[in-house]
């Protein structure tokens, strides 16, 4: 099973300022099967990203991800008062779908 | 618009069986993959399988001696069952439809806590 670990596990910034999510993975995953999801308090995951680096339908172009092999980012070029969230990356391969332990992106 | 919505009892006792349903509007139950995932308290989502409209189904290893889920496209319905529960099955529950040509869950639930408990 890939073990996806993200990090910081909280990020404290101001509106405006750039976050910059990381997720890493025990093994190589194909980019097309990297996902990263936004969750806000109270409601299930929504899609963010997929194939590591397209936008899904409806997210604004200051979200971005990007990376490849054992190693993407989620960055989010100016927060608006919306984007602080929690961050989820999620993966699958031949046996089983794994998620990251998530990132919370919170106002500084 | 998609929608998808969890049901079923909120408690369960332990060493008993979890059963949820989850109906979708908006989308032919063809079209996608049916999956229950779900999130223990203070913990990460983890995925439990899915179902596909023509009943094939795929099942998360570390529970698939206990999971069984299937399909009614004549209303658009998944279900999920999760036999000898413990209080570790204890998590909100959601439903999601996985979009097999992109490699995502286009589609949630709104989720459903379930708690095991005496």
């Known amino acids: 099973e890939i073990v996806l670990t993200q990090s910081p596990g909280t990020l404290s910034l101001s509106p405006g300022e750039r976050a910059t999510l990381s997720c890493r993975a025990s093994q190589s995953v194909r980019s097309s099967h990297l996902v990263w999801y936004q969750q806000k308090p109270g409601q299930s995951p929504s899609l963010l990203i997929y194939g590591a680096s397209s936008r899904a339908t409806g997210i604004p172009d200051r979200f971005s991800g990007s990376g490849s092999g054992t190693d993407f980012t989620l960055t989010i070029s100016r927060l608006e008062p919306e984007d602080f969230a929690l961050y989820y990356c999620?993966?699958?391969?031949?046996?089983?779908?794994?998620f990251g332990g998530g990132t919370k992106v919170e106002i500084k | 618009q998609v929608q998808l919505q969890e049901s079923g009892p909120g408690l369960v006792k332990p060493s008993e069986t979890l059963s949820l349903t989850c109906s979708v509007s908006g989308a032919s139950i063809t079209n996608y993959y049916w999956n229950w995932i779900r999130q223990p308290p203070g913990k990460r989502l983890e995925w439990i399988g899915f179902v596909y409209y023509a009943g094939s189904t795929n099942y998360n290893p570390s529970l698939r001696s206990r999971v069984s889920m299937s399909v009614d496209t004549s209303i658009n319905q998944f279900s999920l069952r999760l036999t000898s529960v413990t209080p570790a099955d204890t998590a909100i529950y959601y439903c999601?439809?996985?979009?097999?040509?992109?490699?995502?869950?286009?589609?949630w639930g709104q989720g459903t806590m379930v708690t095991v408990s005496s």
């Open positions: 999601a439809g996985w979009d097999g040509a992109t490699h995502n869950f286009r589609f």
């Open positions: 999620q993966q699958h391969d031949e046996s089983v779908l794994t």
